[in-house]
């Protein structure tokens, strides 16, 4: 049965991620190496991948290796580093789709899916994504109501739908099928577009 995984932060080919984010990686290679092994024994090629923003810097080129290595079917929510230079190249590729924000509901409860938390959601309200690499969450937000899949908290590697449902709702009993249905066909669920 086809899964879904999250992840989100990789910055493939951006070699500040190494020492900035203070990753455990000896160089850029290294990274990669590590970051392409987690993903690919993690996912299947029919698996959907929901890459939460940052995904990569580099060029043309680089972006097509990296989707041509990287196993499953993606999807990319833009990200604060995701340049619109870069997210032509992705698209070039015609590997992957690119949206601002994924919405699904499950089990009367509302997920979003963006690349930085949002404020203020409503109860019920479960919003999965990135961007906080040192941290988990700043103090400020409502831990219960999020989940981060930047790749420093989940050891380096994707995480599953029902990990996350498991951690937040208390059940991994999901309906992928539901889930991959609403994701790609929503009418919340846009494309990117360039303008």
Same mark, same amino acid.
């Given at each position: 049965?086809?899964?879904? &995984? %999250?992840?989100?932060? $990789?910055? &493939?080919?951006?070699r500040?991620?190494?020492?900035? &984010?203070?990753?455990?990686f000896? *160089?850029?290679?290294?990274?990669? =190496?590590?970051?392409?092994?987690?993903?690919?024994?993690?996912?299947?090629?029919?698996?959907?991948?929901?890459?939460?923003?940052?995904?990569?810097?580099?060029? /043309?080129?680089?972006?097509?290796?990296?989707?041509?290595?990287?196993?499953?079917?993606?999807?990319?929510?833009?990200?604060? !580093? =995701?340049?619109?230079?870069?997210?032509?190249?992705?698209?070039?590729?015609? #590997?992957?789709k690119? +949206?601002?924000?994924? @919405?699904?509901?499950?089990?009367? !409860?509302?997920?979003?899916? $963006?690349? #930085?938390?949002?404020?203020n959601?409503? #109860?019920?309200?479960?919003?999965?994504?990135?961007?906080?690499?040192?941290?988990?969450?700043?103090?400020?937000?409502?831990?219960?109501? +999020?989940f981060?899949?930047?790749v420093?908290?989940n @050891?380096?590697?994707?995480?599953?739908?029902?990990?996350?449902?498991?951690?937040?709702?208390?059940?991994?009993?999901?309906? %992928?099928?539901?889930?991959?249905?609403?994701? /790609? +066909?929503? *009418?919340?669920?846009?494309? +990117?577009?360039?303008?």
């Amino acid at each position: 049965m086809r899964d879904i &995984f %999250l992840i989100s932060d $990789t910055h &493939f080919g951006q070699r500040f991620a190494v020492r900035f &984010f203070k990753r455990p990686f000896k *160089n850029i290679k290294e990274m990669h =190496d590590t970051l392409i092994e987690n993903w690919n024994n993690n996912i299947r090629e029919d698996d959907l991948v929901l890459i939460l923003g940052d995904f990569y810097g580099g060029n /043309k080129i680089f972006s097509h290796f990296l989707l041509k290595k990287l196993n499953g079917e993606k999807i990319l929510v833009k990200g604060n !580093h =995701d340049f619109k230079f870069r997210l032509k190249r992705l698209i070039e590729t015609r #590997k992957i789709k690119i +949206y601002n924000r994924i @919405e699904f509901l499950l089990n009367d !409860h509302h997920f979003i899916l $963006t690349h #930085k938390p949002l404020k203020n959601i409503k #109860k019920q309200t479960i919003n999965i994504h990135g961007h906080h690499h040192r941290v988990l969450l700043p103090s400020k937000f409502e831990q219960s109501k +999020y989940f981060n899949v930047a790749v420093e908290h989940n @050891e380096y590697r994707p995480i599953s739908i029902r990990e996350i449902v498991e951690d937040k709702l208390g059940t991994s009993n999901v309906n %992928l099928s539901d889930i991959i249905e609403q994701i /790609k +066909y929503s *009418n919340s669920n846009i494309e +990117y577009t360039f303008a």
